[in-house]
């Protein structure tokens, strides 16, 4: 009995384990989430690193917007949290392979011709001495883009 009841306790500490960030990752890295997009475009200079995990979660091709506005609501949202957020994007790019970052940079080669704060993310990836491979492809294709302008 006392072998099941630890048994029991050991599969259960496990399940709460696994239910819990795995690897510094949310578990469930939502597509299309226009909840988060919504939140993060109420309180976008208080954003959580939770909520931003959430929310560069959501960016995926396989999203079949109803409303447009989303689409666009959720780009112009994205390059102001990238530029509020940069490093801390960085990081949750880097950890979690769910978060679709080759298409992200595709959305940001797009011409979006908004005034966001483009050349604000390119100063503060220029600055940086040594360069990840997220950070150098984010500031190529942010420097492409700027460009088109």
């Known amino acids: 009995m006392i072998k099941v ?3 029991l306790c ?32 109420k309180n976008w200079e208080k954003v959580t690193s939770s909520q931003l995990e959430r929310f560069l979660c959501t960016f995926s091709r396989t ?11 959720s780009y112009e949202m994205l390059i102001v949290e990238l530029n ?22 595709e959305l940001i080669s797009m011409d979006q ?12 990836l220029d600055k940086k001495l040594a360069k990840n491979e997220i950070e150098s492809q984010l500031l190529k ?4 883009n700027s460009k088109l302008h």
């Open 10 to 41: 050991l599969f259960i500490l496990f399940q709460l384990i696994l239910s819990t960030k795995l690897y510094g990752q949310i578990q469930d890295c939502a597509k299309c989430d226009t909840s988060i997009v919504n939140a993060i475009n």
């Open 5 to 7: 009841s630890k048994l």
């Open 84 to 105: 509020i957020e940069l490093n801390n994007c960085i990081e949750l790019i880097s950890k979690n392979k769910d978060i679709d970052f080759k298409y992200i940079l």
């Open 63 to 73: 999203c079949h917007w109803a409303n447009p506005y989303y689409m666009k609501l």
């Open 141 to 144: 294709t942010l420097q492409a």
């Open 113 to 124: 011709g908004n005034d966001l704060p483009y050349s604000s993310i390119i100063d503060q």
